[in-house]
């Protein structure tokens, strides 16, 4: 999932050709900010390059720019067995630690990362080129997800006691045993809370973990790694690879004794085929193509500032983000014109400081697919209410945030994943008409309803397919509900994080069943006809009983 850096496309007028620049501000800097050059010192890199098992050499890039940013170890499929091989030595001893000395880990861990916050923000930032206030949503996610496990975990993990087959003289525990060894594959749109945060929980379930984080942000992850550490984690229970997908991703599959991956739909089939042959458990958050309702009761004044945040955090590349807006006949242009406005008024920067509201796409794949996608809408009929040009005045692989009208099935962007800072709008006028057009798509996410009534709201979430929907906010509140799960129906994905399910993936479930003063056979001398006949009545007595 690494996306080469190269000089964005000609700037664009509001109808797709060759012109003047958008209308959303840059952000000015403030005075003193720092720069790359401040950040990713030699010293930073070579200290935090040591969670790396690899000898060979990479390196990664700045979106803001285009530039180098830092070089670091590659790993060699050689290089993914020796990291499994070390990890699996550590494992049993940090298993065997109470469930409470784990989650030490994780509680000290939170405040660490409160403490240290504008280290890891300014790397989110050089990596993925995000504004600081989205990469801040980095932080509190994983702050709320330590919080969570490092309370939570002893119970979700606790031996559980069950009604045996035949109840006092069958005692039956429930304990969770680590699975061993996690691979886990993150992506780059999130670094910090999709590296550390899915590791969290398989970290206190007893579990190692290596991982192999996108090169391009690699930093981050292993910055997590560095604090986790100082937190108390055994360096060898958590250890990182680097390098191409193609070549390391099947190498961690192979060898993990469960997978965890966080990224396309496509590349999610084929670690799913690779762990299935393997006959090891696998959990995948994949691909959405989001949508969003705004009903005719609607507050317009919130609805339009909410899609703002719904559509353009991390300028579009959040799994979770809405791409589809489906809005009512009776309030669409009183929506739009404020919708639009906020759009436009957006400020763009790229300094690593608060200020903007949208920084810059991460590579120069996620440009072409945007700009492919505007200008073949347009070329087909559709119109730009907002954005629709690039903005390499401020940066390589800026785009403006953009909002598309009259958009069909016939164009790339009507079903396909942009990923990137450009919504559809449709408008509707029949609520069962717009519930299946809004589960009309492979993917089943995230969705968005906006609604004065908080009963009709939750009766329309309950009918669309998908793993989260949020009433009256865009993906915030769902996501950031830590005891609940999360995660994708369809194509989106399967299996959840957070919550129960969230940390009990990383566990297998193991029954011990004891047996006390009679057996599971005739005794006392009975024949077995008479022992059927016994436990046909005890049958009929349990169910009488209300027994479960």
Known sequence: MTDSQAPAATPTTDHGAPGTLGTNPVAAAPAGVRTAADVVTPEVVVRLSRGVVGSGRTANHAPFTGERLAELPESTPEDVAAAFERARAAQPLWAALPVRQRAAVLLRFHDLLLERQAEVLDLIQLETGKARLHAHEEVQGLAVEARHYGRAAGS????????????????????????????????WNYPLELSAGDALPAFVAGNAVVMKPDTETALTALWARDLL???????????????????????????????????????????????????????L???????????????????????????????????????????????????????????????????LAYGADMGSLVGERQLETVTRHVEEAVAKGATVLAGGVARPDIGPLFYEPTILD??????????????????????????????????????????????????????????????????????????????????????????????????????????????????????????????????????????ALRLR
């Open 285 to 351: 958050e994949l691909g959405g193509k989001n949508a969003m309702l705004v009903l005719a009761d609607a507050d317009v004044e919130k609805a339009a500032p909410g899609a703002v945040r719904a559509c353009f955090s991390s300028a579009g590349q959040l799994c979770i983000s809405i791409e589809r807006l489906y809005v009512h006949d009776s309030v669409a242009d009183a929506f739009l014109e404020r919708f639009a406005a906020r759009t436009k008024a957006m400020r763009l920067g790229n300094s």
């Open 406 to 543: 009259g958009v069909d099935a016939p164009m790339a962007v009507c079903a396909e994943e942009t990923f990137g800072p450009v919504v559809s709008v449709y408008r509707f006028s029949d609520e069962d008409e717009v519930i299946g057009l809004a589960n009309a798509t492979p993917y089943g996410l995230n969705a968005s309803v906006w609604t004065k009534d908080s009963r009709r709201g939750h009766a329309i979430a309950a009918r669309l397919r998908t793993g989260t929907v949020n009433i009256n906010e865009g993906y915030a509140p769902a996501y950031g509900s830590v005891r609940s799960p999360m995660g994708g129906m369809k194509d989106s994905g399967l299996g959840r994080r957070h919550g129960a399910e969230g940390i009990l993936k990383f566990t297998e479930a193991q029954t011990v069943a004891q047996q006390r003063i009679l057996p599971m056979a005739p005794s006392f001398g009975m024949d077995d006809e008479r022992h059927a006949a016994l436990m046909s009545h005890s049958l009929r007595i349990m169910k």
């Open 156 to 187: 979700y993990l606790r031996p559980k006691r069950h009604t045996g087959v035949v109840p006092t003289l069958t005692k039956v525990t429930e304990l969770r045993q680590p699975r061993g060894v996690i691979g886990q594959i993150a992506p």
């Open 229 to 283: 550490i100082e937190a108390g984690l055994p360096p060898e229970v958590f250890l990182v690879v680097l390098g191409e997908g193609p070549v390391i991703g099947p190498e961690v599959v192979r060898h993990a004794d469960y997978v965890s991956f966080t990224g396309s739909t496509r590349t999610g089939r084929e670690v799913a085929r690779g762990a299935a042959d393997r006959l090891v458990g696998v959990s």
